[in-house]
């Protein structure tokens, strides 16, 4: 008797080899649209939160590590006119829907999208508008260019080295209750990698100076943190009686000083946002 709800819901592409869910509708902002049937991870308030609270200064590029819709780079390239962002995403069903996503948005020529795997070096890079993946690995550029440059690019664009700002969203859950769902657990938890490799390979991939925004639970941020320093971190709640569920993390290699920032609070009662909250999505959300 569920068979015939199941497939109402869910439908098999062919094309992509990939699951719809098509029970979740695209989240529609002021100025873009988010498609997201065929994502690991669906647009949270804590993710949208989290991209208007970033603060880039006056960063060129910036990488976002684990894209998934590309939410944080569409709301990065709104508020940033400056900005070029680059995404990466693990799973192919959803680095082409990011792809797609930053392809019909207004900041499409400032936004590129590759599938791989933040651990290696070579990464496929999405052309837009055809999203034909092609791979394009950093000997190749260098080879075509004639000079060591270690970038990866295509026809459409060239994809840095290094980075003045790294931002990465779904956060970590270690020790927590892990999905039984394949797709969530890879993008919820650390089966594809700890979060000290993480800390890692972002050193490698910021320019110096640069910035590395991180959205963590509070029991899964280590006692040690290696090489970064925490420049300013930021508490997020749900209700103004509930602990803190994430916190907002800004690292840098350079030696920092905390700045404790003010907690953010989501609600100020169920189903009604606070006033932080508001002053945050007002130029995203259409609501609003």
């Not at 950093?138 to 075509?144: I, N, Y």
């Not at 029991?219 to 970064?228: F, H, K, Q, V, Y």
Request: aromatic letters at 8%; hydrophobic letters at 40%; one cysteine or more.
């Amino acid at each position: 008797m569920d068979m015939p709800i199941i497939q109402t819901l869910l439908s098999y592409q062919e094309t992509s080899g990939c699951w719809i869910d098509m029970a979740r509708k695209p989240f529609a902002f002021k100025q873009f649209t988010v498609a997201q049937e065929t994502v690991t991870l669906a647009v949270t308030t804590d993710a949208c939160l989290f991209g208007a609270s970033i603060k880039l200064g006056s960063a060129a590029t910036v990488l976002d590590l684990g894209t998934g819709t590309g939410l944080l780079l569409l709301m990065l390239a709104q508020r940033y006119p400056q900005l070029q962002g680059f995404g990466l995403e693990l799973d192919a069903a959803t680095a082409l829907q990011a792809a797609a996503n930053a392809a019909s948005s207004p900041f499409h020529e400032r936004l590129h999208i590759a599938q791989g795997d933040w651990n290696d070096s070579g990464w496929k890079a999405i052309d837009q508008p055809t999203n034909e993946i092609s791979r394009i690995t950093q000997q190749a550029q260098t080879e075509v260019d004639g000079h060591d440059n270690d970038a990866l690019s295509n026809q459409t664009h060239a994809w840095p080295l290094k980075f003045d700002a790294i931002v990465c969203n779904p956060p970590f859950f270690e020790g927590q209750q892990e999905s039984q769902d394949d797709l969530k657990r890879s993008a919820r938890h650390q089966s594809l990698g700890s979060l000290f490799k993480l800390l890692h390979r972002a050193a490698e991939l910021l320019e110096p100076g640069g910035t590395f925004h991180l959205l963590l639970p509070p029991g899964s941020c280590p006692t040690d943190w290696g090489p970064w320093h925490i420049a300013s971190q930021q508490a997020i709640a749900a209700h103004p009686d509930k602990a803190p569920h994430l916190l907002h993390l800004s690292l840098r290699l350079e030696p920092s000083t905390c700045q404790e920032r003010e907690t953010l609070t989501t609600y100020k009662k169920p189903g009604s946002y606070s006033q932080q909250a508001i002053e945050l999505l007002r130029e995203f959300y259409l609501n609003l």
